[in-house]
């Protein structure tokens, strides 16, 4: 069986239109985790496009729920699990593999699933992120990522988006992602204020459990209220997580 990881940016958009084409092989399963933090964007866009498109193919987006999770923002040991900036670096990000990965998992499980090949949504020009997952088996479980056997970047995607008719989908993560870029912040302040305004009130939160208090969700380590979102970072700044299941 193949169970196709949807995450519901750019990489996995282009890949529903594959599967619709016949390039890609029709998935047995189609799921997304939900982090109960994503983008609100993320879901229009899937119910737009992206659902109404596979459910013509007889497949339905299945969402792991976010109860699935065990753990929220602090993980077993007390320890923040969002890929935070400190004053003096950036803290690995465990988030996720504990809102998705394992949220997947444990959803697959519980409805039958314990074997097959899993799609990942990376595509050719992010081979630092599936370098080390193509083709690689995991118990039961064989990973694969289509775009790179494909030999599809990350602009042939949008070009495949763009030439079926569809709007771009904005990158997909979760509303405070400390991954995203300045672009990203913008649309959310300027598209989703309640999620801008929630991202700022949880920076300030997790600073205040923070003994140091000196951890922030924007790369230049102020307040996300108070963060200078108004110019473009250099295109080679890259954070991103690496498990394959985020801006995707
Ligand atoms: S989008 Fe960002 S915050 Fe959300 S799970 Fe992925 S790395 Fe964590």
């Given at each position: 069986?193949?169970?196709?990881n949807?995450?519901?940016?750019?990489?996995?958009?282009?890949?529903c239109?594959?599967?619709a084409?016949?390039?890609?092989?029709k998935?047995?399963?189609?799921?997304?985790?939900?982090?109960?933090?994503?983008?609100?964007s993320?879901?229009?866009?899937?119910?737009?496009?992206?659902?109404?498109?596979?459910?013509?193919?007889?497949?339905e987006?299945?969402?792991?729920?976010?109860?699935?999770?065990?753990?929220?923002?602090?993980?077993?040991?007390?320890?923040?699990?969002?890929?935070?900036?400190?004053?003096?670096?950036?803290?690995?990000?465990?988030?996720?593999?504990?809102?998705?990965?394992?949220?997947?998992?444990?959803?697959?499980?519980?409805?039958?699933?314990?074997?097959?090949?899993?799609?990942?949504?990376?595509?050719?020009?992010?081979?630092?992120?599936w370098?080390?997952?193509?083709?690689?088996?995991?118990?039961?479980?064989?990973?694969?990522?289509?775009?790179?056997?494909?030999?599809?970047?990350?602009?042939?995607?949008?070009?495949?988006?763009?030439?079926?008719?569809?709007?771009?989908?904005?990158?997909s993560?979760?509303?405070?992602?400390?991954?995203?870029?300045?672009?990203?912040?913008?649309?959310?302040?300027?598209?989703?204020?309640?999620?801008?305004?929630?991202?700022?009130?949880?920076?300030?939160?997790?600073?205040?459990?923070?003994e140091?208090?000196?951890?922030?969700?924007?790369?230049?380590?102020?307040?996300?209220?108070?963060?200078?979102?108004?110019?473009?970072?250099?295109?080679?700044?890259?954070?991103?997580?690496s498990?394959?299941?985020?801006?995707?």
């Amino acid at each position: 069986m193949i169970v196709f990881n949807y995450g519901g940016g750019r990489q996995t958009t282009a890949m529903c239109i594959l599967i619709a084409k016949g390039i890609l092989p029709k998935p047995g399963v189609v799921v997304m985790a939900d982090t109960g933090r994503e983008n609100d964007s993320t879901w229009d866009y899937m119910e737009a496009y992206t659902r109404p498109l596979l459910k013509t193919l007889g497949l339905e987006i299945e969402i792991a729920n976010r109860e699935l999770a065990t753990v929220d923002l602090y993980g077993g040991n007390g320890d923040l699990l969002l890929p935070v900036f400190t004053q003096t670096g950036k803290l690995p990000g465990f988030c996720s593999n504990e809102w998705k990965r394992r949220v997947v998992d444990r959803h697959l499980r519980a409805t039958g699933r314990t074997d097959g090949t899993r799609w990942l949504g990376l595509a050719f020009d992010e081979k630092r992120r599936w370098i080390d997952k193509h083709n690689v088996t995991e118990g039961k479980w064989k990973c694969v990522c289509p775009l790179v056997d494909l030999m599809l970047n990350t602009d042939a995607c949008l070009t495949i988006i763009e030439n079926y008719g569809w709007p771009l989908p904005i990158t997909s993560s979760c509303w405070m992602c400390p991954h995203k870029r300045n672009a990203q912040w913008r649309h959310l302040r300027d598209n989703y204020p309640e999620q801008w305004q929630q991202a700022i009130e949880l920076d300030e939160e997790i600073r205040e459990n923070d003994e140091q208090g000196g951890v922030f969700l924007h790369h230049s380590r102020v307040p996300l209220g108070e963060a200078d979102i108004s110019k473009d970072e250099s295109a080679s700044v890259e954070r991103r997580c690496s498990l394959g299941m985020c801006f995707v």
